[in-house]
């Protein structure tokens, strides 16, 4: 089963992963920085078995914008 993606990025970020929804990004999350963006791509990568491409990785500022990365890659994740 895979690990749901508000769990893997609520640990990274060490926020509760039930405060996280698809509005959650760096934009309004205190606790996303660049270098916590960073540990997301190598989180993701971890716990999917993915590779994310640099030009992905800039794109993946918000719950919504990594769901549909892992869509693109093959996965579904319970939104």
Do not use: F
């Not at 509005?23 to 660049?34: F, I, L, T």
């Amino acid at each position: 089963m895979t690990e749901p993606l508000e769990d893997v990025v609520g640990s990274v970020l060490g926020v509760p992963p039930q405060s996280l929804s698809d509005d959650s990004s760096s934009e309004n999350v205190r606790e996303w920085d660049s270098l916590r963006q960073l540990s997301i791509l190598l989180a993701l990568e971890n716990a999917y078995g993915i590779t994310i491409t640099t030009d992905q990785a800039l794109d993946m500022n918000s719950i919504s914008a990594i769901r549909a990365l892992l869509t693109e890659h093959g996965l579904e994740l319970p939104s």
